[in-house]
């Protein structure tokens, strides 16, 4: 018995692929497609950022530092007695 084979190959599409077939009549297509493209790329680098095992650590961090500095400030404190790196502190977070 000869094996069969099957008439069609259904292939999964890449968004980009997706993207690239997509026809219509409305004005400024390659335009559209151009935005459509732009978005699909900026969700893959943040889904690498945010898939890194280093991401988790980073934003703890940042949280951690952000509470000290946050515990330091004095509100009463004039702005001209204020120290250096609590300013840039404020500037950053």
């Known amino acids: ?3 069969i084979k099957p008439f069609y190959k259904i292939i999964k599409k890449d968004r ?4 690239d077939d997509y026809k219509d009549r409305c004005p400024c297509l390659e335009f559209r497609k151009t935005l459509m493209r732009m978005r699909v790329y900026i969700n893959r680098g ?3 950022v945010m898939m890194h095992s280093m991401f ?3 934003s703890i961090c940042v949280i951690i530092v ?3 500095f ?4 004095d509100p009463m404190r004039n702005e001209s007695e204020t120290p250096y790196f609590m300013t840039l502190a404020d500037d950053i977070f």
Not at 16 to 19: T, V
Not at 70 to 73: E, H, P, T, W
């Open 1 to 3: 018995m000869l094996p």
């Open 16 to 19: 980009i692929h997706i993207i």
């Open 46 to 48: 943040a889904q690498l």
């Open 56 to 58: 988790e650590t980073i």
């Open 66 to 68: 952000n509470s000290i």
């Open 70 to 73: 946050l515990a330091m400030d």
